[in-house]
């Protein structure tokens, strides 16, 4: 049994960062490894606890208390005081729970719905003019279900400009290029090309957008949402 924990792949990596290369990435995790092939003093991030607590307070906070109030600029003014990244005209709509927000990233004029799961623990970069609809999880990683000490196995994820997340979807870490569509109640495993339409569980192509639509300019920001 190989009892080394299960890491990203670095390529994998690698080609995040250069297609978003505002992705932040967490420090990676540590560990110590027994005699008996066991993991002792686990982190999925190899952080001082000064920062960790940091991070943690903040994400209670958030998910408890902030996330429910009506208003964006006192939302994203706090998500920006702990960390996050988040650009002008953009929204995060209410009841939407953050993981890490230090590792968050939201480019401009993005909109993104209620009740969504924004999971960046091991980094989480949306793009410019993306559209998320309600309900929709973006998972951060999994599990190594080999290993013996059932491990996180954290894994960043990408979402380009123009992207349009329709709601109760849910992406598993990969990279949604540029214009990609994810169709509603969708399963994405793996990545989405250029203005690719997906759909299913799993998510397979199901159509192509046009290049040249992607013109506008995005930001849906209602009152008190």
Known sequence: MNTEPAKADPEDVARKVAAAPGLKLPPPPSYDLQPDGRVANYRMQNMGLQRKLRNRIGQVLYNLIVTHIPFHFIRQGFLRLF???????SCIMLGTTILDIEFL???DNTSIGSRCLLDARAGLYIGNDVTIASDVQIIGGGHDVNHPDFL????????????????????L????????????????????GVCEI??????????????EALKYTGGYRPLFC
Do not use: C, E, F, H
């Not at 960390?83 to 005209?89: K, R, S, V, Y």
């Not at 997906?198 to 290049?211: F, L, T």
């Open 173 to 192: 870490p990969s990279l949604i290029g540029r214009g990609g569509v994810v169709a509603a109640q969708a399963v994405v495993t793996k990545d989405i």
């Open 198 to 211: 997906v759909g299913g569980v799993p998510a397979k192509v199901i159509g192509k957008r046009d290049p």
């Open 152 to 171: 996180p196995v954290p894994i960043p994820t990408v979402v380009s400009d123009y992207a349009w997340i329709a709601s109760r979807a849910m992406v």
């Open 105 to 107: 990233t939201v480019g």
């Open 83 to 89: 960390g996050a990244t988040i650009g002008g005209n």
